[in-house]
């Protein structure tokens, strides 16, 4: 709990001097629970942060902080009226805090229509990454599905048929059940895997985008994020893995023009020269971009290096996770 502390501070550090140089105190809200059975958790909390920010004198980007503590009660109507007070009363600049993850949700939209930077350090409601993502709220900690998905996964690894799951009524609960029954069904290409997540088979899918860009614009299907390192042009709306809390994530799938080896340079080169042309065609370039598809035009040898690069990049990938041929 101290480390995730720590980061905030160092987060926290990182963000103010620039923005708030004429003030003279930085004022932070801390919600969480410091009275009832949840009160050990609330004080370690508090006494970790108050820790951190004695390592720092005190200051952060130079400034002097004023922390102001509030109790939620493990109520989700008591964060409300707490987190409510500490932005229109108190009028912090940040929020941190929040445990529980119901509080949290509460709590979200004081954060949001105040535009007051919110950073959980407990709480990771899976909503917070998908509908309810905001550029005013940051998380350290891990999405409470996370860790069950490994569970799951491990199960089904191990052949386990059937399992009993018991978790709390509220948001991080349903998340932890949820994340335990995620399961990876292999599929012989995304039309198929388009088809399941239309039907309702499956609730989620990983597919190239010519396969699901149609459904996409219909509404009929919500892509959550694109594996590339940048946005689409076919759904500029559609934020990247990285954009979306995964950083250092990619995964494209491309196509090439090959030839049989030994062909003479001097075909190849020609060979390479008409498709190129080809593909920076207007006609070309629109239809292969409504359908989802970015044309990327490379030289011989410029292909060469991607071939040797994928090849090296999802070799290590195959055997760090023990792929096998199916």
Known sequence: MKRVLLGTIALLALGTAPALPQQKTIKIGFISSF????????????NSFELALDHHGRK???????????????????????????????????????????????SLKQANDSKTFLITTNAGPSQIAGELCSPYVFSTSWQNDQTPQAMGTYMNQKGVKSVFLIGPNYAAGKDMLAGVKIQSVPYKGSGPVSADVLGGQVQLGVVDVPSAIANVKAGKIRALAVTTKRRITAAPDVPTFEEAGLPGYEAIGWFGAVAPAGTPKEIVNRLNSEIRAALTTPEVRERALSAGAEPFPTSPEEFAAIVRDETKKWGEVVRTAGIKLQ
């Open 35 to 46: 009275s009832g059975p949840a009160a050990a958790i609330g004080n370690d909390m508090r």
């Open 60 to 106: 952060l980007g130079g400034l002097p902080v004023e922390v102001i503590y509030e109790d939620d009660q493990i109520k989700p109507e008591v964060g409300v009226q707490k987190t409510q007070k500490l932005i229109e009363s108190d009028r912090v600049d940040f929020l941190v805090g929040y445990i529980w993850s119901n509080v949290l949700l509460a």
